[in-house]
Every structure is written in structure tokens, then in C-alpha cells.
């Protein structure tokens, strides 16, 4: 009996533990769906029946409605104003409903179908990719505001008062803020004059800011058609030179600036819009911001590069040094590094301002293979002219202001950029050419190792010609060209005979190619006046034969007619 005893009360025991754990872990998971109040909102007296507040989207739905019909006393049952008294609860809740209308629907564009429609505000991802798919959530973000590079949450939380079903609303850290968020995004001075008739919503919009934008945006580019004006009457004013190169090339992106800050300051101290029109002209102004000061700094990187190539090379041709050749290559090699450094860092900070990660959020995530397959299928080309570019400014086959032999013609290199090379050709054309496509093409660098270079000259003569006489006034004419060097190299040896004629073929070294051009086509000038003048009977000719004796030789051939009579 002891025993059975003994057993039931160890039963007992063992019932209470479980019970006892069972209840704990009850009370820990209903402390993960909602918060648990002992008074919510009493000072407001009963709930309307247009309050709905079973889910988030419910509850901001409901509330935007009864902000717009200007029920605020209703609105009001949004928010959790468990930090007022009773009293101040009647007295200030409809009155920071209407600041949180206002700054909801000034401050951040807020889609309602974004948000959670069931009561748990579980996460949905059919994908399964997010980690908390399925958990429920007692507290979830409506909008994140920044005021003086501080981020300012409004969130919704979710509370149960003793047994009735638990309801959203809006937290009560986020209702401390709202006076503070209502001065920088409530209504400006300007709106204080506007008539309540124009302030009747037409679509998205107003309808005054129907009216007031299109202004606005004339305002905004009467600023920037004067400033761009100013910037190149400036131009004019500053000494020749870069300062004046970089006034000149500024004035577009100065402008893009100066319109920038202006709209900035007029969207913060005078004139404020809806959500909608407020977030697209940030965005809009966040880019242009970032595109203008990242111009700026190129423009100043090309004119500090282009200083440096007049004072060091000065005109791009093989007749400079290869060392500063070599200098020039790098100098374009270090601009195109800096233009993918202030791309890469414009980038992230527009993306860093307009919060496009957040807005986009997991779905960005899961299609951002697809987006990687696409952008390498259409961004193929580009990418190799890049990779093919920095290739060459590396391993540098070809040089600023090389000579090369492509397809057939002589070319300076004036630029090696990003996606293509441009060259000049002899008679002062622009060939712009791919650089994958430069690349595979076979070309002959004819400065690699020295712009120096062998010219042949060829003559066709009389087998009588005087071959020493030639040779002696070849080497007369080469030694008075400047542009022919290193004499001891001249030579002159027939290399070619017919039964008509001898070809006498001349050699010389001129300084560069374009120079040996000049010298070979002055030189055999001079000697064809020197032939045509002294020794015209060395110029090849047909010989007709009216005899077999050799009339050279002073044979005459015997009459062998008759006689006359």
C-alpha cells in the first residue's frame, strides 16, 4: 500500500511538472504573437466600428480612411497612447492622429497592399528562401524616416488587453516621435495659404500640386539655365589655359548642382508634397546630385591629365620618347580606374540613399540570378571592351601615340578607352575601333621598340647607267636631309636586271616612319632632275631593231642592191 502510495504521488508530481512546462511554454509562445496590456487607450473612450485593427494592413487601411474623412477622434484608436494620462489621451489623440496622417502622407511613399493581411503578420514566401517564413510577428516596421541623419522607426505592435482578440496598433515609442517627425514633414508655410478647395486629392496628387510642380520644376531650371550661363561667361573671363578648360567643361554638371540643393532647400524650408511626388523627386534629386559632383571630378581629372600631356609629351605622335609615351599610356590607364572607382562609389551612394534594398527586399534577392544571367547576356560586349582595355594598359603592345599598321594603314594611337581605341591616320581621320575587335586583328607597332626605321628607294635605269655615279649622288642628297640618321647605314647595290633595264635600289634611316616617308620621296626627286638633266639616255627605253649590226659598235650594215643603171 506504501508503495502504490509512493507511485501515485510520484504520478502527481510528474502531471504538475508537465502542466507547469506546458503552461510556460503556453505563456512564451503567446509572448512571441503579441504584447499583453493591462489598459489600452481608456481616455478614448469605445472603439468605432470603422476602426479596424485585426491585421496591419486592416489597421493603416482604417486609419488613412478616417485621416481622410478628417475623423480624427477615430483615428486615434490607431495609436497606443499608453504613455498619456487618461485625459491627455482624449485631449492629444486626435491631435497626433492628424500629425501622423501628415507625415505619412508627406514623408515616406506608404504602399498598404505591401503590408501584412493576416492577424499574426506571419512572413509569406512561397520560395521558402526568407529565414522567418511561417513565424508569427508582434511587431512589425511602417515607415523609417531620417531627420538630421537620424532614422526615425513608426512601427505597429501588436496588443492584447486580458481575453478579447488582440488588435495593431501603432507602438508607443513611434507616438513620442510623431511631434518631433511633424515638423520637419508637416505641411510648409506655403500650404498655409493654399484654399481647402485646391487640396481635394485628384489621383496621387493634389490638386494644387498639379499646379505647383510643373512651377516648381520651371523654377528649378530658370536656376540652372542662369547658372550654366554664368559658368561659361567665367570661362571667358579666366586666364587661357586649364582654368579656363575646366570652367568650360563644368557647366552643365555645376549647373545639374546648383539645381540640386536648390530644389533640396525649397522641399525643406518652403514647399512640401505628397509622399508620392516627395519620394520620386528626392530619388530624382539624390541622382543628380551624385551625377554632378561625380562629372565634376572627372572633368577636373581630364584637365589635370590634359596639362600633363601638353607640358610632358605635347602633340601625340611617335617622335616623343618612349618613355613618355609609356607615362601617357598610364596616365589613361589611371583615368579609366578612377572613372570605375567614382561609378562604383556614385552607385552605392545613390543606392544607399534611395534605399533601394529596402524597398525592394527579398524579391530583389531572389531574382538577382536571373538579373546576373541577363546583365551578363546583354552587358557581354561591353565587359570584354573593358577587360580587353585594361589588358592593354598593362601589358601595353601598343602606346600612346605608337605608330601602328592596322588593316593596311598607317595610324597614330591617340586614346585607349574603356570600350574602344581611337586612332590617327596619316591624313588627319579618326579610325574608332572596338577594342576586342583591335585586338584580334593582327597589327604591326612600327614604334615598339624604336620609331626609327629602314626606307627602300627604288629606281629603273638603262643597263648603260653609270651604277657609282648614282650611288655617290644618292649618299649627297640622303646626308642633306635632317630627318635621315645614322649615315654609315646609307647603301645603294642593283637588285633587279631585265634585258631593258637594271633596278637600283637605295637604303636609308630616317627618324620615324612618316619622316623616312618624306626623305625617301624628296630624295628620289632630286635624283630623277639629276638624271633628267645630266644623263636623260639612262632612262629605260624600247629598242627597235632595223639591223642585225650592232650600231653601238660602228658596224654598217653592207648594200646589197643592184646597181642602178
Not at 497626433?96 to 514623408?107: D, F, N, P, W
Not at 554632378?292 to 607640358?311: E, N, Q
Not at 561591353?382 to 603592345?397: C, D, E, H, R, T
Request: net charge negative; aromatic share 10%.
Amino acid at each position: 500500500m506504501r508503495a502504490f502510495l509512493w507511485a501515485a504521488l510520484a504520478v502527481t508530481l510528474l502531471m504538475a511538472g508537465l502542466g507547469a512546462v506546458q503552461a510556460q511554454e503556453d505563456e512564451d509562445e503567446e509572448r512571441e504573437q503579441w504584447f499583453s496590456v493591462d489598459s489600452l487607450n481608456a481616455g478614448l473612450g469605445e472603439v468605432p466600428e470603422e476602426a479596424k485593427r485585426q491585421t496591419p494592413r486592416e489597421a493603416i487601411r482604417s486609419f488613412l480612411k478616417l485621416a481622410e474623412e478628417k475623423n480624427f477622434t477615430a483615428a486615434a484608436h490607431m495609436l497606443n497612447l499608453s504613455e498619456l494620462d487618461e485625459a491627455e489621451q482624449e485631449r492629444r489623440g486626435p491631435e497626433l492622429a492628424r500629425q501622423l496622417a501628415e507625415v505619412l502622407r508627406r514623408g515616406e511613399w506608404l504602399n498598404v497592399s505591401n503590408l501584412s493581411g493576416r492577424q499574426d503578420a506571419a512572413i509569406e514566401d512561397p520560395s521558402g528562401q526568407h529565414p522567418r517564413t511561417g513565424e508569427p510577428r508582434r511587431d512589425i516596421e511602417l515607415a523609417s524616416l531620417t531627420l538630421d541623419g537620424e532614422a526615425y522607426d513608426i512601427r505597429l505592435g501588436r496588443y492584447r488587453l486580458d481575453d478579447e482578440d488582440p488588435v495593431w496598433l501603432v507602438t508607443p515609442d513611434s507616438v513620442s516621435t510623431i511631434p518631433t517627425l511633424y515638423e520637419a514633414y508637416g505641411p510648409s508655410l506655403l500650404e498655409e495659404y493654399i484654399p481647402e478647395r485646391f487640396k481635394t486629392s485628384l489621383g496621387w496628387l493634389e490638386f494644387w500640386e498639379w499646379i505647383a510642380i510643373p512651377l516648381f520644376v520651371l523654377a528649378i531650371g530658370l536656376v540652372g539655365w542662369s547658372v550654366h550661363g554664368l559658368v561659361g561667361w567665367l570661362a571667358h573671363w579666366f586666364p587661357s589655359g586649364w582654368p579656363s578648360i575646366f570652367a568650360s567643361r563644368i557647366g552643365s554638371p555645376m549647373a545639374l548642382l546648383v539645381m540640386a540643393f536648390t530644389a533640396q532647400a525649397l522641399l525643406d524650408y518652403v514647399v512640401s508634397f505628397t509622399a508620392v511626388a516627395t519620394t520620386f523627386i528626392r530619388v530624382l534629386l539624390t541622382i543628380l546630385i551624385a551625377w554632378g559632383a561625380g562629372t565634376i571630378a572627372l572633368r577636373l581629372v581630364d584637365t589635370i591629365l590634359l596639362k600633363v600631356t601638353r607640358r610632358i609629351v605635347g602633340e601625340i605622335d611617335d617622335t616623343k620618347p618612349k618613355d613618355e609615351r609609356k607615362l601617357l599610356t598610364t596616365l589613361y590607364a589611371l583615368r579609366r580606374v578612377i572613372i570605375l572607382v567614382t561609378v562604383t562609389a556614385v552607385s552605392v551612394y545613390v543606392l544607399s540613399q534611395i534605399q533601394l534594398f529596402e524597398t525592394l527586399g527579398m524579391s530583389l534577392l531572389a531574382s538577382a540570378s536571373v538579373l546576373a544571367v541577363l546583365v551578363g547576356i546583354a552587358g557581354q560586349a561591353v565587359l570584354g571592351n573593358i577587360l580587353s582595355s585594361f589588358q592593354l594598359s598593362l601589358a601595353k603592345p601598343i602606346r600612346i601615340g605608337d605608330l601602328v599598321m592596322f588593316e593596311g594603314q598607317w595610324c597614330y594611337v591617340e586614346g585607349i578607352f574603356y570600350t574602344f581605341i581611337r586612332l590617327r591616320s596619316w591624313d588627319e581621320r579618326r579610325l574608332i575601333v572596338p577594342v576586342t575587335y583591335f585586338v584580334s586583328k593582327p597589327f604591326e607597332n612600327l614604334s615598339v621598340k624604336s620609331a626609327k626605321m629602314y626606307r627602300t628607294l627604288e629606281l629603273v635605269v638603262h643597263l648603260s647607267a653609270d651604277i657609282q655615279l648614282i650611288r655617290e649622288k644618292f649618299m649627297e642628297f640622303a646626308k642633306e636631309e635632317d630627318n635621315v640618321v645614322e649615315h654609315h647605314k646609307l647603301c645603294c647595290y642593283v637588285t633587279g636586271q631585265t634585258e631593258r633595264a637594271q633596278t637600283v635600289s637605295c637604303y636609308l634611316m630616317a627618324s620615324d616612319p612618316f619622316a623616312g616617308w618624306v626623305a625617301e620621296m624628296q630624295i628620289r626627286e632630286k635624283l630623277m632632275n639629276f638624271i633628267r638633266a645630266e644623263h636623260p639616255e639612262w632612262w629605260p627605253r624600247e629598242v627597235v631593231v632595223l639591223s642585225q649590226a650592232d650600231i653601238a659598235k660602228g658596224e654598217r650594215k653592207e648594200d646589197t642592191r643592184p646597181p642602178s643603171s
